[in-house]
Each structure stands twice: as structure tokens, then as C-alpha cells.
């Protein structure tokens, strides 16, 4: 019903940029959100950002400035612009897709996350 693939991932320095993308099958038509959270081990889940289909995009005040989202609506893809990395941002990064009336805190589907590493 709702398939989500991430990809993009990988090692990049310190200060580096890299782009994620999720790739949304699915036949549903009652989306209300899509998004992205990451989880870093020993971590709880951190909500990062999200857009609210035909409405506003919403981002952790951490990553403001850092962290963008985008869609493709003819390719199906969301997209996660990262820039100016750091250790700190070392995760597994999921994207996500809500049925419910909400943006973050709870997802109803997200796919299985690509790896990101920040090291030198």
C-alpha cells in the first residue's frame, strides 16, 4: 500500500554536503504529510522536517538553514538537502509518510533509512 526507499547516503566530511532522496510508491490518496527523522544509536527517533501536502513545510529549529526538503511530484521522489554536516548528524535517515493529521512525533509509514556518517 505505501512503499518508501530511501537512498543517498554515505560518508562525508565534516562541514560536506549530501542529498538524500526518497523514493514514495504508493495508492493512497489521503496523504497529509511526508517528512524525514532520523535515529542515531542509543537514540530516540529525532523529527527533522516535513511538508504538509498543500500546505507549509516545518523544520527542527536545529536544522534551519541546514536541512531542506523538496519534492518531485512527477518522479515520486522527496528529496533531504544537508549541508554544512557534522558529527553530531551521524545517522540512519528515514523518510516518512502520514496518513493522520500530523507532521512529526508519530509516522504511520517510513521506509527502512540510508546511513550517514560524518567523520574525517
Known amino acids: 500500500q505505501v512503499q518508501l526507499v530511501e537512498s543517498g547516503g554515505g560518508l562525508v566530511q565534516p562541514g560536506g554536503s549530501l542529498r538524500l532522496a526518497c523514493a514514495i510508491a504508493?495508492?493512497?490518496?489521503?496523504?497529509?504529510?511526508l517528512g524525514w527523522f532520523r535515529q542515531a544509536p542509543g537514540r530516540q527517533r529525532e523529527w527533522l522536517t516535513a511538508e504538509e501536502i498543500g500546505g507549509n513545510t516545518y523544520t527542527a529549529n536545529f536544522a534551519v538553514g541546514r536541512f531542506i526538503l523538496s519534492r518531485d511530484i512527477a518522479k515520486n521522489t522527496m528529496y533531504l538537502e544537508m549541508s554544512n554536516l557534522k558529527p553530531e548528524d551521524t545517522a540512519v535517515y528515514h523518510c516518512?509518510?502520514?496518513?493522520?493529521?500530523?507532521?512529526?512525533?508519530?509516522?504511520?509509514?517510513w521506509g527502512q533509512g540510508t546511513q550517514v556518517t560524518v567523520s574525517a
Open positions: 504508493t495508492s493512497i490518496s489521503d496523504i497529509y504529510a
Open positions: 516518512f509518510l502520514n496518513r493522520q493529521h500530523r507532521v512529526g512525533g508519530q509516522y504511520d509509514y
